[in-house]
């Protein structure tokens, strides 16, 4: 049985996954030499996230449950996010790809969140930051006049320390920010990425809500807002802002839009708090602490041929996803997260993220232009 499945493992990897695989995920010894073959990582993987079910049943067919996730890794049907390809099995342990952490208007409680980004992005996670409740450029800070840098300010100092760290000592940092369309800096904002060298590890976004889009379709004004004070301190034209966010999004790539209200008419756990905060590549949206693990589907395995050609088979992504699902579910009882608090956010909603890769190319093999 594990002789068919490697033999298909070697099958299914082309020179240039091998090539990556080599590059970034197999471990190494002590002298960078590589230690481990594409086949060796995968039963690594399977096995170590296997051992969650004896959480549940001490009694439970872990080796059956591993030849189960070896078998949709090693025929590349499903694959998870890299930091567990990395990380499971090892000393390490770090297995989420996304975070989110608050960023409220404090020097302590900023400083805490930069020394979390360190550890998050050393054990290989990216991370969403909201920075809507910090106070604008040139406020107050105590008896300090001119003194706050304002967020736009404050997400470099988030980039330094990304840059600093590597991702699991494997690549950069991957980060998200979100400002709210009624924060007084929000000009600053939307060009902040006007430098293409600038801020190069983080995806910006302006969180917009439902009354903001209704102005922006009457061309009316909107209050620009004082989080610290809570103060109106002046308005601007919502049409105007949205022009200017869509055309630094056509020059640079940013900023995005994220639609909170939309967003948390779907939040599942309203009781928890409001969703303000997307992950590091915006797959979903975290509560503070939250993290979440990935994993996708490939849709070019999902093929079956017919008498007529290629088409897709639905029953195939019928067996695979729930076969993902619980790969997905079970990383969550064997993580190591980086601090306490995350952990207990984690483990408390518990949520996943099961997508897609490969549509392009199902695409082309079942000629769709």
């Given at each position: 049985m594990v002789l068919e499945i490697i033999k298909e493992a070697r099958l299914s990897l082309s020179p240039n996954a091998k090539r990556v695989l080599e590059k970034r995920y197999l471990r190494r010894n002590r002298k960078g030499e590589i230690i481990e073959t594409p086949e060796g990582m995968f039963r690594r993987v399977a096995e170590a996230v296997a051992s969650a079910e004896l959480l549940y049943d001490p009694s439970a067919d872990t080796s059956g449950v591993a030849d189960e996730f070896y078998k949709v890794m090693a025929a590349l049907e499903f694959l998870p996010n890299s930091p567990t390809l990395l990380n499971a099995g090892t000393v390490a342990g770090q297995l989420s790809?996304?975070?989110?952490?608050?960023?409220?208007?404090?020097?302590?409680?900023?400083?805490?969140?930069?020394?979390?980004?360190?550890?998050?992005?050393?054990?290989?996670?990216?991370?969403?930051?909201?920075?809507?409740?910090?106070?604008?450029?040139?406020?107050?800070?105590?008896?300090?006049?001119?003194?706050?840098?304002?967020?736009?300010?404050?997400?470099?100092?988030?980039?330094?320390?990304?840059?600093?760290?590597r991702q699991g000592g494997v690549r950069r940092g991957c980060n998200s920010v979100v400002l709210a369309v009624d924060h007084p800096d929000i000009l600053d904002f939307i060009k902040a990425k006007n430098n293409p060298l600038t801020l190069t590890n983080f995806y910006n976004s302006v969180s917009v809500s439902d009354d903001f889009m209704t102005r922006v379709k009457l061309g009316?004004?909107?209050?620009?807002?004082?989080?610290?004070?809570?103060?109106?301190?002046?308005?601007?034209?919502?049409?105007?802002?949205?022009?200017?966010?869509?055309?630094?999004?056509?020059?640079?790539?940013?900023?995005?839009?994220?639609?909170?209200?939309?967003?948390?008419?779907?939040?599942?756990?309203?009781?928890?708090?409001?969703?303000?905060?997307?992950?590091?590549?915006?797959?979903?949206?975290?509560?503070?602490?939250?993290?979440?693990?990935?994993?996708?589907?490939?849709?070019?395995?999902?093929?079956?041929s017919t008498d007529d050609g290629l088409e897709i088979d639905y029953n195939k992504i019928a067996r695979i996803v729930p076969v993902a699902v619980r790969f997905l579910d079970n990383v969550i009882d064997i993580n190591r997260l980086p601090t306490p608090a995350i952990e207990q956010a984690t483990r408390r909603t518990r949520k996943i993220g099961l997508g897609i890769m490969g549509f392009a190319d199902m695409l082309i093999r079942l000629g769709i232009p």
């Open positions: 790809s996304c975070f989110v952490l608050p960023v409220p208007d404090s020097v302590e409680e900023t400083f805490d969140a930069v020394k979390y980004t360190a550890l998050i992005h050393k054990s290989g996670g990216g991370i969403g930051f909201n920075v809507s409740h910090i106070r604008p450029r040139g406020s107050t800070v105590g008896e300090h006049m001119d003194a706050a840098g304002g967020p736009v300010a404050l997400v470099h100092v988030f980039a330094g320390a990304a840059d600093y760290i009316a004004d909107y209050p620009l807002i004082d989080p610290y004070t809570g103060r109106t301190v002046r308005y601007l034209n919502a049409r105007e802002v949205f022009n200017n966010i869509v055309d630094q999004a056509w020059r640079t790539g940013d900023p995005g839009l994220v639609f909170t209200d939309r967003i948390n008419r779907d939040n599942p756990t309203p009781q928890l708090g409001r969703l303000e905060t997307i992950t590091g590549c915006g797959e979903q949206a975290l509560l503070d602490y939250e993290s979440c693990n990935l994993g996708s589907i490939n849709l070019v395995k999902m093929l079956k």
